[in-house]
């Protein structure tokens, strides 16, 4: 299938663009590059442009041949969304809307959406499944939210059919270590890690000594960014085979401490990593793991690398050999 993915020079998605390719299909890619970079693009083709050019994108749907689209172009930092939400609504809820019309009006009626376990706030218990009450506290999870709610009304009025992927915490790099996680600003708890083992960052803080866990630091769900990949390749193969919508947490289905993610990659490394411990971060939940059952009964989701020390392993390949990042677009 020729599949659109939106934000595919990104981290996750340059994954997604590269395993798709893979599996025989063939990727076009936009992207405005603010947060992307033309180096993780391995597969596919780069069309630089904004989401928000309704003319721009359908000509690239039509020309392209487009069968589906995969959306994962977004503004996704929460402390950002909270100081600048109309950033967040501008983007995520109304390029996603134009992203969408421009779909109807050429007539591309196949979604695969990138969500987030920001939908559902402060979680009232774990795992979390899908059915869980949705509470967004900051406009990020709100603006994720808003969009799913508009893709359900999007399906019953139009029949455009959609699958949305709610991810817990991305992880690790491609097994080749031809791409891998680089942000800037770097705001990811095993990408920090690595960098203060390369010696990139003096120490790591360590935010909240003292959350109702057995170590006292903050449990989370990570998922190797191959297996959240793959669930994308399965999603489209799921709507391309007549699938109805439907919307599935990714995650790994058990969590990890902040010291047990720290003690882990001092094994991987071999490196002494100097914690410093500060304190909590507003609105950090103590645990946040995710329930992915009906995504491996439905879907036949079976993820390939859950250990945490492969995905810090696979990880810290693309980090050693890529201390700087990505060069410059």
Known sequence: MNILVTGGAGYIGSQVALDLARNGHHPVIIDNLSKGHRAAVKAGRLIEGELGDLEFVKNILTTEKIEAVIHLAADSLVGESVQNPAKYFRNNIGNGIKLLDA???CDVKLFVLSSTAAVYGEPERTPITEDHPKKPTNPYGFSKLTLEGILDAYDRAYGLRYISLRYFNAAGADPSGEIGEDHQPESHLIPIVLQTALGLRENIHLFGTDYPTPDGTCIRDYIHVADL???????????????SSNIYNLGNGRGY???????????????????VNAARRHG??????????????????????????????????????????????
Do not use: C, F
């Not at 990949?229 to 699938?243: I, N």
């Not at 720290?262 to 100097?274: D, F, H, L, N, Y």
């Open 103 to 105: 779909m109807i009006d």
């Open 229 to 243: 990949s793959q669930a994308h390749l399965l999603a489209l193969q799921a709507l391309a085979s007549g699938a």
């Open 257 to 275: 401490s902040n010291l047990e993610v720290i003690e882990a990659a001092r094994q991987v490394t071999g490196k002494s990593i100097k914690v």
């Open 284 to 329: 950090d939940p103590a645990i946040l793991v995710a329930s992915s059952e009906r995504i491996k009964r439905e879907l036949r989701w079976n993820p390939q690398y859950p250990e945490l020390k492969t995905i810090i392993s696979t990880a810290w390949n693309w980090h050693r050999n890529h201390p700087q990042g990505y060069q410059p677009n």
